[in-house]
């Protein structure tokens, strides 16, 4: 098993450009998310997919797409790249546990990450 | 909302030494609780769960246990090692969500 695999591992892009982020696992789970990590503000989730067909926001979603393409890949796009969205990007993802309580989340599985620099 | 408090680093010890990192958190339910650990360069893994009230977790020396009296899940070490150097993670699943709530993450250093 690979796990999550991301590519690439390291891109620099100009203001402006475009580039698409991939995301991929064979450990057949249903939920995937993308976050982005900074300096001093921990993980922050940009958007997830709870289960194939499905996408929704997380908390810093501006700026980003991403496209839940089948049940093990996940992408992520910035349509017109900034600075400020230098950063290093994991993906992960995890099953989800029904229960007649309340289902939650179960263990993420991460990505090796992605360093973006935009200049 | 959800939300999970852990202590600010750097937390610099000497080979061998206690380790105690702290978290509490904030969440309607029975959230899981985790610590994940980030060595440089490298993504997050699980360093241990709990489920459910008063489990503990365990894992490579480590130890942290479920308290809701007190919504902790502080995490523990007995002798550090100089490879146990990294960021540390506690996250908690609430229920109802699939999405894990992060803290800022704490940076441990130990030196030989």
């Known amino acids: 098993n690979a796990g999550v695999t991301q590519t690439p591992k390291f891109q620099v892009l100009k203001t402006g450009q475009s580039m698409t982020l991939q995301c991929a696992q064979d450990?057949?789970?249903?939920?995937m998310y993308w976050y982005r990590q900074d300096p001093g503000m921990g993980l922050r989730l940009i958007y997830y997919?709870?289960?194939?067909?499905?996408?929704d926001k997380g908390e810093v979603p501006n700026g980003y797409n991403v496209s839940r393409l089948n049940k093990r890949e996940f992408s992520l796009r910035l349509e017109s790249a900034a600075p400020s969205q230098t950063s290093v990007y994991f993906c992960a993802s995890s099953t989800y546990i029904f229960a007649t309580s309340g289902g939650k989340g179960d263990t993420q599985y991460f990505g090796p990450g992605t360093r973006l620099t935009v200049l | 909302g959800n939300s999970v408090t852990q202590m600010e680093g750097p937390v610099t010890l000497s080979e061998e030494a206690f380790l105690t990192i702290n978290c509490t958190y904030t969440a309607t339910g029975y959230p899981s609780l985790f610590w994940y650990v980030q060595y440089p360069g490298e993504g997050l893994q699980l360093l241990l769960k709990a489920t459910k009230a008063d489990d503990k977790g365990s894992n490579k020396g480590f130890e942290a246990t479920y308290r809701k009296e007190t919504t902790s899940f502080h995490l523990e070490k007995g002798s550090v090692q100089v490879s146990d150097s990294a960021v540390y993670f506690c996250?908690?699943?609430?229920?109802?969500?699939?999405?894990?709530?992060f803290g800022k993450g704490t940076m441990l250093l130990v030196s030989p």
């Open positions: 997919s709870a289960s194939e067909g499905t996408t």
């Open positions: 996250a908690l699943s609430a229920s109802g969500y699939s999405t894990l709530t």
């Open positions: 450990m057949n789970h249903n939920s």
